[in-house]
């Protein structure tokens, strides 16, 4: 009996994680601006904007993969691999943090089952400051989404494998479908 209350509960988690983070995905879609939103939105492009004129300034280092095939990102590169165009999905995480040890071999497993569709990032908050800060990382491991140069959201705290599968599957729809608007010839 408390098996089956038990996987209820966790249907209805990722159901509600589920929405929650296609309403977030949805907030830029929207097209009802307000002056109120729109001057929201232009203060945080400026914030963002501060940000990343701090990650230029910083020496270039190109963009290294590990042995995984996940890309090693700084602050100075950040944009760089968001910028590539795609599905992108960033692993912030740090030394001595154990959720983030425990969520390594998932995120390992999901970068080999989504290779060619997804990449992958790590960034390492102990010695990059300006992009977690940018996104308003306060919380470890946290899990940025980004496609086609746009942040979606962030995911924050341990995740299972399947919670992390149903939010890559949902962003894929959406990115196929989008790019099936854009070239409906393909």
């Known amino acids: 009996m408390i098996m089956r209350y038990a996987r209820t509960a966790l249907f209805c988690g990722l159901i509600c994680l589920l929405a929650f983070f296609d309403f977030g995905c949805r907030k830029e879609e929207t097209s009802d ?37 996940m890309y090693v990102l700084k602050d100075v590169n950040f944009m760089e691999a968001v910028n590539e165009g795609g599905i992108l999905v960033v692993d912030f995480w740090m030394d001595d943090c154990y959720p983030c040890e425990d969520m390594e071999p998932i995120i390992k497993g999901l970068a080999r089952q989504y290779k060619d569709q997804v990449r992958f990032a790590k960034l390492h908050v102990n010695t990059n400051m300006i992009m977690p800060e940018k996104y308003g990382v306060r919380m470890l491991p946290s899990f940025a989404f980004f496609v086609d140069g746009k942040y979606l959201g962030t995911l924050t705290g341990m995740q299972s494998p399947e919670q992390m599968r149903m939010i890559i599957d949902k962003t894929l729809i959406d990115f196929h479908a989008k790019q099936d608007e854009l070239h409906p010839e393909n």
């Open 33 to 69: 601006v307000t002056p109120d939103s729109e001057a929201q939105r232009v203060a945080l492009e400026a914030r963002f904007a501060e940000f990343d004129v701090k990650a230029a300034e910083l020496p270039h280092e190109p963009i290294e993969t590990n042995e995984d095939g």
